[in-house]
């Protein structure tokens, strides 16, 4: 073999042994890569798990919170965390940091969610006043206004919802006077109402709500198992009769279905909370609500079959019935209004939060404990 060849075969040697070890290099470093990409994805999954695992521990216990870090085992890896009640872009809120962590990887999370035991509008009460059946006989001549007011009714511009949500058609026979929000736009109280304060033949995906507490959420049992604890002077009755005034908490009214129509008389003081009037098949019937005085209720009223109101609200009213009043008139009723009022509603959503907690779902169409920010 001549010289020249050998030297071709030993600097062949020589450019392979070089190549093959910086292939190897590079195999290690997209190995290393890969591992921790994986690795990476794993923290970051981890610390995501456990802010739904918090925010679930958070709705089953309103008083939940993890105010020194703690760290757990989680699934393949762990997770250290706190949950904490903070102030927040001017809100109350509760601030989650959650770091996971896997194969010596870490990632962290940090998230803002609403407090549990602060009040909800339930995501049913889609106006001032939100019915399964033809309000037109029902409103009469009253003043309805889905601008959103504060506990003092003054106006929240641009915050407020429906004058009027129905299943069905509408149609305004007694002139009242209807006002509302739709997209951030305010429409004051007329008669003829300007069409975008009224929501017709809304679908509630298949089924309007048929109980009280499928409206905020709850399992069923649970505002008629509240109003009976008496707490925050709820009261529980079967007769209108035996109620104590003025109302407050939870009122669950539980009459008898059938022709027999009861008047309630919520006398001259201010009543508040949550007035359900209601029985398992739906058929409680109401022919007069009835406040002497100047005063409002403030909160939402949930009945069935209800007819002639004669007071002053400040929250919302929902009718559960298909049945409405249809045939009956009840016009002289311009005395009264019914403003909505988002405040009214978490006043006495947030009393029974504080007790029970959030619900699972804060009635139809709301997400639970909606986490407002997050940052990665």
Not at 239 to 266: F, H, K, M, Q
Request: hydrophobic share 35%; aromatic share 10%; glycine share 10%.
């Amino acid at each position: 073999m001549g010289r020249l060849a050998l030297i071709i075969i030993i600097g062949a040697f020589i450019t392979y042994g070089v190549t093959n070890i910086s292939m190897n290099g590079f195999v290690n470093e997209g190995t290393e890569n890969s591992v921790n990409n994986y690795s990476y994805n794993r923290a970051h999954d981890l610390a995501s798990s456990m802010i739904d695992i918090i925010l679930m521990r958070m709705a089953n216990d309103s008083k939940y919170r993890v105010i020194n870090t703690v760290t757990e085992d989680l699934i393949d890896g762990t997770v250290t965390f706190s949950a904490k009640n903070d102030f927040f872009k001017g809100d109350s809120l509760v601030k989650l940091v959650v770091t996971g962590e896997f194969n010596g990887v870490q990632k962290t999370i940090t998230a803002y969610s609403k407090r549990p035991d602060m009040g909800w509008k339930p995501g049913g009460v889609r106006a001032a006043w939100t019915a399964n059946s033809s309000l037109d006989k029902t409103i009469s001549d009253m003043y309805i206004d889905g601008r959103n007011y504060d506990l003092n009714k003054n106006l929240v511009p641009g915050t407020g919802v429906y004058g009027v949500s129905t299943s069905t058609n509408f149609v305004n026979t007694d002139d009242a006077q209807i006002g509302g929000t739709e997209y951030s736009v305010d429409y004051p109280m007329t008669f003829p109402e300007v069409p975008n304060v009224i929501e017709e033949n809304f679908n509630w995906g298949g089924t309007f709500p048929t109980s009280p507490d499928e409206i905020l959420g709850y399992p069923e049992g649970t505002l008629k198992a509240y109003a009976q604890s008496g707490v925050n002077g709820s009261q529980y009755a079967t007769d209108w009769t035996s109620i104590t005034l003025p109302l407050s908490g939870v009122t669950y009214l539980e009459l008898p279905p059938g022709p027999a129509e009861t008047e309630i008389r919520l006398g001259t003081l201010n009543s508040e909370g949550i007035l359900v009037i209601h029985n398992p098949t739906g058929t409680t019937r109401v022919k007069k609500t009835r406040m002497e005085s100047t005063n409002y209720f403030e909160g939402i009223i949930i009945g069935d079959y209800m007819f002639h109101f004669h007071l002053d609200v400040l929250g919302a009213i929902m009718l559960l019935s298909p049945s409405l009043e249809l045939s009956q008139g009840c016009t002289n009723n311009r005395d009264h209004e019914v403003f909505y009022s988002e405040a009214a509603i978490k006043k006495v959503t947030g009393q029974i939060a504080e007790t029970l907690g959030s619900p699972p779902l804060y009635g139809f169409g709301t997400k639970r404990l909606e986490v407002k920010y997050w940052y990665e």
